[in-house]
Every structure is written in structure tokens, then in C-alpha cells.
T-cell receptor
Framework: DAGVIQSPRHEVTEMGQEVTLRCKPI?????LFWYRQTMMRGLELLIY????????DSGMPEDRFSAKMPNASFSTLKIQPSEPRDSAVYFC??????????????FGQGTRLTVV | DQQVKQNSPSLSVQEGRISILNCDYT??????FLWYKKYPAEGPTFLIS?????DKNEDGRFTVFLNKSAKHLSLHIVPSQPGDSAVYFC?????????????FGTGTRLTIIP
């Protein structure tokens, strides 16, 4: 398997524009996560899905952020309108169910977003 | 409210010596802990984990220690190698919240000096 695939790797956009980040999880994984990495807060969980259903979106910072998972192999994170403070690296991760304790999540390479 | 804290943003260690990275947590519901390693321009990768029923887990050069009473865990790397230079994230989860939800710390940048 190619692992978690994110696109684009880099995105530079102007303030006010819509940005869409994409993620293809590992086949067979039923949980998908969107994280944002910043210097101040480290890796913040924005939202996660289980079996394509949003379970916890309490980390989504504002209504400008939205995420969808229309099927088991694709998810999007959209920011509309974008602002300079949204500049960060956004990671998508996926995991499979465990029979005991928690399983580790597998991360994509991230999308570096710069809003100017 | 940072529930998982890594108070040292950076650490430098001589090659061959022991590297000790620390992590503190505040939520007593956490019962599973993980360490991730991250190289520049790559996503974090899983390194080692420990459940709350244990106080130590070892995997080659990497050992994680858990002190539940102090809500503290540490990652020991011995001997340290130049390839260990990376950012290390501590993470925690709770079987009460759904095991898959990981709460991360802010990371510690480890530099191994040749």
C-alpha cells in the first residue's frame, strides 16, 4: 500500500480564497483524522471520522473550516474564506480498528498551506 | 488547554550517549501513550507505545517509561545515533473516548551531535 496520500503537498493562496485539501487513507482503515501542526500548539486534532461519519469535530477552529468524507477512500478539508493565520501544515492520518488497546495512526506527508 | 505537554522544545545529545525525552499529561482518563518521530517535510511515524497496565516497554534502542502517579512518561534512546535527529511527539488516548483519538504534545526537537 502507498500509505496515506495527501494533495497538494504545497498550497499558496491569497487571503479570502477557498482552499481544499485532499486525503486518500490507507485501504481498509476505517478511521480518518485531520491534524494541523503549528509551532505553538503542536499537532492539533481538527476532526475525525469513523466509517465515513464525523465523530468529533470539536477541534475545528471556526465555521470557515469544513470536512467531508463521501466514501471510505477520500476526504477533503476545506477552508473558506482562508486567512493568513490558517497558514500551517495540515496532516491527514488513518487507522484500523484494534482488538485491544489503541492502534497507532499512519500519517500522510502533509500539505503546507501558506495564505498571503 | 494542553492536556499533553512536552516542556522541552529542543534537546541536543552527543552521539552514543543517552537521549531522554519527557512528556507530562493532565487527563487521568488517558490509558495509552505513544511516541511519534517526525523528519522535516514528512509526516509523523509511529515509534513505540505503552499501555497504562505497564510501566516500561522496550524496543531495541528505544524504551518508554510510564509513571502513572506522576502522570509522566519518558522516551529513552540509547545509544543515540545521528539518524535519531528529528522532532519527537508524545501522544495519548483513552479507551473511554474512543481509542483512536490521539492527543499530541507540542514536540521536542532532538539533535544528535556527531
Amino acid at each position: 500500500d502507498a500509505g496515506v496520500i495527501q494533495s497538494p503537498r504545497h498550497e499558496v493562496t491569497e487571503m479570502g480564497q477557498e482552499v481544499t485539501l485532499r486525503c486518500k487513507p490507507i485501504s481498509g482503515h476505517n478511521s480518518l483524522f485531520w491534524y494541523r501542526q503549528t509551532m505553538m500548539r503542536g499537532l492539533e486534532l481538527l476532526i475525525y471520522f469513523n466509517n465515513n461519519v464525523p465523530i468529533d469535530d470539536s477541534g475545528m477552529p471556526e465555521d470557515r473550516f469544513s470536512a467531508k468524507m463521501p466514501n471510505a477512500s477520500f476526504s477533503t478539508l476545506k477552508i473558506q474564506p482562508s486567512e493568513p493565520r490558517d497558514s500551517a501544515v495540515y496532516f491527514c492520518a488513518s487507522s484500523s480498528p484494534s482488538t485491544g488497546w489503541s492502534t497507532e495512526a499512519f500519517f500522510g506527508q502533509g500539505t503546507r498551506l501558506t495564505v498571503v | 488547554d494542553q492536556q499533553v505537554k512536552q516542556n522541552s522544545p529542543s534537546l541536543s545529545v552527543q552521539e552514543g550517549r543517552i537521549s531522554i525525552l519527557n512528556c507530562d499529561y493532565t487527563n487521568s482518563m488517558f490509558d495509552y501513550f505513544l511516541w511519534y518521530k517526525k523528519y522535516p517535510a514528512e509526516g509523523p511515524t509511529f515509534l513505540i507505545s505503552i499501555s497504562s497496565i505497564k510501566d516500561k516497554n522496550e524496543d531495541g534502542r528505544f524504551t518508554v517509561f510510564l509513571n502513572k502517579s506522576a502522570k509522566h512518561l519518558s522516551l529513552h534512546i540509547v545509544p543515540s545515533q545521528p539518524g535519531d535527529s528529528a522532532v519527537y511527539f508524545c501522544a495519548a488516548s483513552s479507551s473511554n473516548f474512543g481509542n483512536e483519538k490521539l492527543t499530541f504534545g507540542t514536540g521536542t526537537r532532538l539533535t544528535i551531535i556527531p
